[in-house]
């Protein structure tokens, strides 16, 4: 409506300068009198103050009539222009309900609407991933935290039942190993939570990938030995800056992914290093397993995704889940970007990229 009233009135306003310009124009011509050209011609000639008279009771008629013409083409331009508004404001309505699915998918011609409605479908489709992500984390980590508190209650009601021969250090072992399965689930979303990128700026100091590579290689060596999985490190220096605790978790995470989830036997392949082109730090691990497609691979960084031996392995638990939800996150906090990628042959490709302060050279190799 305001756009409408704001048309008419421009076109009023346009018409009344018209109209007075041709006014004033008139009412200055000289006041002479006016004769027909054939003096046998005895026809009424008016005066100038006859002409004006007319001219404005004319203007007056012009007026209305731009005036009906404004309202009635000013509601029509508006209800085109403000149609795309009016779809980007119904969606919005149907987002705020909380239906996400929900797209404008706005055709014609690329103009301001055009990209706001296309950014609106932007927003809504990361808002839908997000909201889905959440949700299952949540349904994922409640059933995962109700397992072992399950198992607890029901060991306490068999020693209950049988009061007379109960095996205590059996039962105290079982307890012990449910309570510190509850207790690493616990750990893992906390420290999933807490990497955040305000905590990482407030902590940051100079850390080497290659030194803490080495280390994580070195710490496995028993289990990697278990798995019958051979590991081979490139480790080149990879300095960059960072939260040790979190790099460090970050690392241990891809070389016990690399093995837990390998082929028996099998063998793992760790390398960090710089981009050439970049100058980026860069932590990469390989090893082979099941075929993943492109997109399978991607979602491997959801929280307690399960398949594909992803979480368990010959029946035994050898995970929660949260190993790449947790090296995402840290990745994401240290304003680096990972990469999921199918290996040829089934397995998996890893690949971190972090900043790096300055050039390095020297390499060093381990198996």
Known sequence: MRLTLGYAGFLVAAGMVTAAAAYVIIKYIPNYPLTASNPRDTSWTPARGEILDTLLTISWGILLLLAAIGLAGGWALAGWVLRPLQQINEAAQIAATGKLDHRINLV???????????????????????????????????????????VTSTLLDVARSSPEQPDYPRLLDQLQ???????????ALLRLADADAASIRATSVPVDLAGVAHRSLTEQYTEAARHQVTVHGRLEPAPTFGDPVLLEQLVTNLVQNAIRHNTRPGTAYVSTGRDPASGAVVLRTENPGPEYSPEAAARLSEPFLRGGGRVRVAGQVVGHGLGLALVERIVAAHDGTLALEPRPGGGLVVTAVLRSPAPVSAVSTCA
């Open 108 to 150: 014609g011609r690329n103009d301001e609407f055009q990209q706001l409605a296309d950014n609106f479908d932007h927003m809504l489709t990361r808002l839908s991933d997000a909201f889905d992500a959440h949700q299952r984390f949540a349904a994922n980590a409640s059933h995962e935290l109700r397992t072992p508190l399950t």
């Open 177 to 187: 190993v449910t309570n510190d399965r509850a207790i690493r689930i616990t750990d």
